[in-house]
């Protein structure tokens, strides 16, 4: 475990190195992505500095929720501590200030949502990576599987052998980000997204029951109660795409002759 680099005399967290990382790859997709659909690119930069400025204030308010009797004892270092980021807050709050962004741009629609999905599983995958190295403490239960490990020098040590969860999210996540973007030309405005949403939904709502994290209702963790509602919202639009002129692209323009027929 690595929680921390020397570089120059400068202590670097290496979560928070791999935070930063993610958002530098998640904008290479989209401007890559933008550059295809006819775009500036350039707005990948202002959709990268929106979701890290929002991802920072997510990730930091996430755990504040969760450690509020820290926050009690020392408000002012709970708040600009340089620990206690959570991925998952990241990003929530990077998806609600490109929401903005987008919203100021004129951008609001479908496009955006399809264009960000590969992105944003890739920056998931990225920044598991950075809870692996540092051992930060999301690790699983412990296991007796031949590639279980222990944690003895993480941020949240352990010498038991566990689940190295973060390893199954970035491997999982890696695939979503890969299979979205050869996908990214087949189907229709918003479809993508919603595929989107079931996958990371149902990978986190999955992994979590490997995890050593605790239920909070029904048996199940904070994050899975999330994940539960990613899963619903991305079937329902699906379901609802596919009774409404197909998932493929192919399909709503097959549909559109008959459906103007039947309106004359």
């Known amino acids: 475990m690595q929680p921390s680099i020397n570089l120059f005399g400068i202590s670097l967290k290496t979560f928070g190195l791999c935070f930063g990382l993610a958002f530098v790859v998640s904008g290479a997709i989209v401007a890559r992505r ?13 959709m ?3 979701a890290l400025v929002g ?30 980021l959570v991925w998952f807050g990241g990003a929530l709050g990077g998806a609600a200030a490109v929401l903005l962004w987008a919203w100021r741009k004129q951008m609001f629609n479908l496009v955006l949502l399809d264009l960000c999905s590969p992105a944003l599983a890739m920056g998931y995958a990225v920044g598991r990576i950075g809870c692996q190295v540092s051992g930060d403490g999301d690790y699983g239960t412990p296991t007796d599987l031949p590639w279980g490990m222990s944690y003895p020098h993480g941020v949240v040590p352990t010498n038991v052998v566990v689940h190295p969860t973060p390893i199954y999210e970035t491997l999982t996540m890696g695939l979503v980000a890969w299979a979205l973007w050869r996908a990214r030309d087949t189907f229709r405005p918003g479809v993508l997204f919603a595929f989107y949403l079931c996958f990371a ?9 490997i995890r050593r994290n605790e239920a909070v209702f029904a048996g199940l963790t904070e994050a899975q109660l999330t994940s539960v509602v990613m899963l619903v919202a991305g079937l329902v639009w699906l379901w609802r795409a596919a009774r409404n002129g197909g998932l493929r692209r192919e399909d709503a323009m097959a549909a559109t002759p008959a459906l103007n027929a039947s309106r004359a």
């Not at 933008?34 to 202002?46: F, I, Q, T, V």
Request: proline share 5%.
């Open 34 to 46: 933008l550059k295809e659909l006819g775009k500036p690119p350039d707005w990948a930069y202002e």
């Open 48 to 50: 990268v500095f929106a």
């Open 55 to 84: 991802g920072l204030v997510g990730a930091r308010g996430y755990w504040l929720l969760g450690h509020t009797s820290q926050v009690a004892d020392d408000p002012f270092g709970s708040i600009f501590g340089g620990s206690g």
């Open 201 to 209: 939904g149902l990978e986190r709502l999955l992994v979590e029951f």
